[in-house]
Nanobody
Framework: QVQLVESGGDLVQAGGSLRLSCAAS????????MGWYRQAPGKQREMVAA???????NYGNSVKGRFTISGDNAKKMVYLQMNSLKPEDTAVYYC?????????WGQGTQVTVSS
């Protein structure tokens, strides 16, 4: 089992920045990729960014050039630096971890961007 705990969500004005953190605990040796998803009210959950244990990153089209994912592979921490935030970035952001057998989710952290 893997447990994920997110932190860093907040209310911020458009154009501002936030940094989200996610700490994994438990069977972290099984994790081969981590990432961030988000879900806005009335919308489907979408991939924001992901990073593999080898450091390969991938971003959703709507955040490319504004968000940066990074991680500490040994500690199984993952971070999401969010710059130039827009009101449409408002959502609950979920940390995600993948092993060979399972997908794990955190409880989510709220990010609200005011115009």
């Amino acid at each position: 089992q893997v447990q994920l705990v997110e932190s860093g969500g907040d209310l911020v004005q458009a154009g501002g920045s936030l940094r989200l953190s996610c700490a994994a605990s438990g069977s972290i040796f099984s994790i081969n990729a981590m990432g961030w998803y988000r879900q806005a009210p009335g919308k489907q959950r979408e991939m924001v960014a992901a990073i593999t244990s080898g450091g390969t990153t991938n971003y959703g089209n709507s955040v490319k050039g504004r968000f940066t994912i990074s991680g500490d592979n040994a500690k199984k921490m993952v971070y999401l630096q969010m710059n130039s935030l827009k009101p449409e970035d408002t959502a609950v952001y979920y940390c995600n971890a993948n092993s060979a057998r399972r997908v794990y989710w955190g409880q989510g952290t709220q990010v609200t961007v005011s115009s």
